[in-house]
């Protein structure tokens, strides 16, 4: 043998000894290559397939040290001026080198030397051949796509290196797969290479076999089923009898004569049942139609219940399972006893306003119950989704009516009770602004023909008590608060805390747990309010006396000590907001948050500096604005100086964010208190907003604001008299033990404050 030979490259093609292939070729080089084999090298040539099959031009570095020597049986010159060309693999060899050829640097040679076959022990070689003979023999019983004769073939075949070789040749392996196969150069490793993928393949076959079983099974049952319901409708047709669908479509008739529709309604949902009945059970439009049926002729179109007629049974009722509230208690009294003089009366919109824990939900079920409505909630809390409330179209995958005709839906009635809770947390992005729907679905002008989108037809909503709920009136949307009636559910004192915990809530949790009396002291109960919950409501105080009382139960307590309380709950801790210590530049604020009233603190410190002004305590702009008015009005009314110093104020409580515009009195006062070098006492409270010229402006919250500084321990506040008329609302007890300043200017607070 030669010891170099002309080289040709096959992408993604390569051949193995005994193999034979056919190739077409198009271009000049490989034409000549062709040439020089037959001319120069007795029509042989070394065939080379690069191992990365995705490199467009490979190096000569990265093509492989085994290759195959081919022999050229045949070529044609085909009328399309290429060149096809027949060539038989006849042995591996090792390839030590490439070079370019003499006649064309583009054109490779190589030096080549012949393959040493390592020797094996006969019985060895035998009880491999056999192994992969019958193995060869199961996969070829279980494919289809190759013949019987390769087993006469491969029988035929002695030498293990070669039976190797046929077997990769016939079967459908990668490119990859095949790749291992050539350069592997010890025939028996080849030979348990196969056997494992041969019994690989035999797997994957059975699998196949499997599912094209289930598969076949499938569709006869279907084709079955399908055959069955037509043969039933034929005989049904001789005997007279009708279908089901002919039965559905009738008893969807006979529901729509029951309902009192307009005329275009009426006539609408005569077609759409017109229409299902001529579908075929196979149709896609077949489920969607039936469903769009089923949900508009079952909606309570005509049905609702009956309001009571004594509205001060209403208010007794309401007293009976909640505390105070005597606002929407007489709201609900006034609208009950209107309805009964004008039955056309449209339901009120009321929209609860309150920290959490103080009632909204449970009020709002009450108030269902007392009117005997059905009640459903609705919460609308992070919902920016239009399609939510309002549906989608039924000609979409999976559409559905939205919240609002499912809950009329479940309800069963055209007139109950929706609790829309949370409306102050929507929010508005690019899949729509739910509050522009909301208030297309509470408003009365609007709701009497609202419609949903999966219903498409219009549904009287002005019968519905719609009640809202929130926790910051400031984050209602303006187009709903504008429609609303709003009526603030304001923080408890301690003494109505216990008033609840006594009347209310522990008979309530008795009668849940059916167990015994519990003897818990008025003392008692403000020990476990002022040291164990620290919360506007009474959410968490309910659940305290849940646990002391599962606890009193098991240990067969009938009497609660100070003593018990503290070995059930731990120590506790005094939730009261530490006031100042009556230092320079330090006073006491009065805020209000979603979560109801506090007292916060207010630091103020100077030092030498440029005149800055330095702001902390997670303050908003509004805050920021009236630090600024504040300092402003200070140095043009009482001509205080900043020069060569910076002012820092730190509204303490870092964690909560303060942004309300109230804050201008103290910080005035605070301001002054430094520069004066006098102090403010720690006992007195601060809550309203300066204007330029020292006007003391009016503020909200009052009463929350009023509660959080009894329950704190101040003594004395500061607040506009613009607020006079809702001290009304102030309970007696906070007016007694507070005394409270009314003030409209600045300077009636300077002439009682500083000298």
């Keep these: ?369 007392v009117l005997k409505r059905k009640f459903y909630k609705i919460s609308v809390g992070g919902l920016n989704d239009s399609t939510e409330l309002i549906g989608s179209r039924r000609t979409y995958l999976g559409a559905n009516p939205g919240k609002i005709i499912q809950a009329l839906r479940k309800a069963g009635s055209k007139n109950p009770v929706i609790l829309i809770d949370e409306v102050d947390k929507m929010t508005k992005d690019y899949r729509g602004d739910p509050a522009s729907t909301l208030l297309e679905i509470i408003d009365p002008v609007q709701n009497q023909l609202f419609t949903d989108n999966y219903i498409e037809e219009p549904f009287d909503l002005s019968n519905v008590l719609f009640i809202l709920t929130a926790n910051n009136i400031e984050n209602i949307p303006e187009t709903i608060l504008d429609r609303v009636e709003v009526i603030k559910l304001n923080s408890y004192t301690i003494f109505e805390k216990q008033d609840i915990a006594k009347n209310y809530l522990i008979p309530k949790i008795k009668k849940e747990l059916n167990g015994p009396s519990l003897n818990i002291s008025a003392e008692l109960l403000s020990f476990i309010i002022t040291n164990y919950t620290n919360e506007a409501g009474v959410r968490e105080l309910e659940r305290i006396l849940a646990t002391i009382y599962r606890k009193a139960i098991i240990k067969n307590k009938k009497r609660i000590t100070q003593n018990d309380i503290q070995t059930y709950l731990g120590l506790g801790q005094n939730f009261k907001n530490p006031l100042s210590l009556g230092k320079y530049g330090e006073v006491n604020i009065l805020a209000v948050s979603g979560y109801g009233g506090y007292t916060t603190k207010l630091e103020v410190v100077t030092y030498p500096g440029t005149g800055k002004i330095i702001i902390t305590g997670l303050v908003g702009d509004t805050m920021d604005e009236s630090v600024r008015v504040a300092i402003s009005y200070l140095k043009n009314k009482y001509k205080i100086s900043l020069d060569k110093k910076d002012l820092h104020l730190h509204f303490l409580d870092g964690a909560t964010k303060k942004n309300g515009p109230s804050a201008g009195l103290a910080i005035a006062v605070g301001i002054l208190s430094l520069l004066k070098k006098q102090k403010i006492a720690k006992n007195i409270a601060f809550s309203g907003e300066l204007s330029l010229n020292g006007e003391v402006l009016r503020i909200g919250g009052l009463k929350e604001k009023l509660i959080a500084a009894y329950n704190n321990d101040v003594s004395v506040v500061y607040i506009p008299k613009a607020n006079s008329s809702d001290l009304d609302y102030i309970p007696s007890v906070i007016r007694q033990k507070i005394t409270i300043n009314l003030v409209s200017d600045f300077k009636d607070v300077y002439t009682k404050l500083f000298k």
């Design 1 to 369: 043998m030669k010891n170099e030979i002309i080289v040709i490259l096959l992408k993604e093609l390569l051949i193995l000894p005994n193999q034979e292939i056919k190739i077409e070729l198009n271009n000049k080089l490989s034409k000549q290559i062709i040439k020089q084999a037959i001319d120069n090298y007795d029509s042989k040539l070394l065939v080379v397939a690069p191992l990365d099959s995705k490199e467009e031009e490979p190096n000569v570095e990265d093509l492989p040290r085994v290759g195959v020597i081919a022999k050229i049986k045949n070529k044609i010159e085909l009328p399309n001026n290429n060149l096809r060309v027949t060539l038989r693999g006849i042995n591996r060899i090792v390839i030590d080198s490439y070079y370019p050829a003499t006649i064309n640097p583009d054109i490779l040679n190589a030096a080549i030397r012949e393959l040493e076959l390592p020797k094996f022990v006969p019985s060895e070689e035998n009880a491999i051949k056999r192994k992969l003979l019958a193995t060869l023999k199961e996969y070829i019983d279980s494919a289809d796509n190759i013949s019987n004769s390769v087993l006469t073939l491969v029988h035929k075949t002695k030498n293990l290196s070669n039976l190797t070789d046929i077997i990769a040749s016939f079967l459908n392996f990668n490119y990859e797969k095949k790749c291992e196969y050539m350069q592997n150069i010890n025939p028996l490793n080849r030979a348990i290479s196969l056997i494992n993928d041969l019994k690989e393949e035999i797997e994957i076959l059975k699998l196949d076999e499997e599912i094209d079983e289930k598969l076949r099974i499938s569709m006869e049952e279907n084709q079955k089923e399908f055959i069955l319901k037509e043969r039933l409708k034929v005989i049904q047709a001789e005997l007279g009898e009708k279908t089901t669908q002919e039965k559905e479509s009738e008893l969807f008739l006979a529901q729509l004569e029951k309902l009192k529709l307009n005329s275009a309604t009426k006539t609408k949902l005569a077609n759409e049942i017109a229409k299902y009945a001529l579908l075929n059970e196979t149709s896609p439009e077949f489920s969607v139609l039936r469903t769009y049926l089923d949900w508009t002729l079952n909606l309570p179109w005509q049905k609702e219940t009956k309001d009571p007629g004594d509205s001060q049974k209403v208010i007794t009722d309401l007293d009976q399972t909640h505390y105070g509230l005597k606002e929407i208690k007489n709201r609900i009294s006034e609208y009950i006893a209107i309805k009964n003089l004008n039955k056309d009366l449209k339901s009120p919109i009321i929209c609860l306003v309150g920290p959490p824990g103080v009632g909204k939900t449970s009020i709002a079920m009450a108030i269902a119950s």
